[in-house]
């Protein structure tokens, strides 16, 4: 719990910093200078590895901390999109549907477009509530799974 509430606060931050006008400024001041040492160094293959190393090593890092931080902002807003799912008219089958397959997603809105094109027609009433339903069970299942 600790490490991760520590990791959590660093990605964060180092996400934020990373989008700052400032740091690309730093980042483009950092590539001039190592373009300006070139002819001091010969053009040395050292010279090339300093930037090769830094940048990868840079990049490397980078894609963690930025991936923790969208991780979280996502299940954030998960989880925000679903109490007010939860908390509206609209239908309670929606909530947990970002656990189904992309062929699930695809049958349901299928079926959902059929219920607007058709509204009121009984085959398309039946996809729909059959679709719910699937969406529904999936999502318990889905639940448990994340309880457990």
Do not use: C
């Amino acid at each position: 719990m600790w490490l991760s509430k520590h990791f959590s606060d660093l990605a964060t931050r180092v996400a934020h910093a990373s989008g700052r006008p400032l740091t690309f400024i730093l980042a483009i001041l950092t590539i001039m200078a190592w373009i300006v040492s070139g002819p001091i160094f010969g053009y040395s293959d050292t010279w090339q590895l300093v930037i090769n190393t830094g940048t990868t090593i840079v990049t490397f890092l980078m894609v963690f901390l930025i991936q923790n931080t969208q991780n979280r902002d996502g299940a954030a807003i998960q989880t925000k999109l679903d109490e007010l799912i939860r908390a509206s008219a609209a239908k309670n089958a929606f909530i947990g549907i970002e656990h189904l397959t992309e062929e699930e997603l695809d049958k349901v809105r299928r079926r959902f477009e059929e219920r607007v094109k058709s509204s009121g027609a009984d085959r398309a009433s039946q996809a729909a509530d059959d679709a719910e339903e699937s969406v529904n069970r999936k999502a318990a299942e889905a639940a448990q799974r994340a309880a457990s």
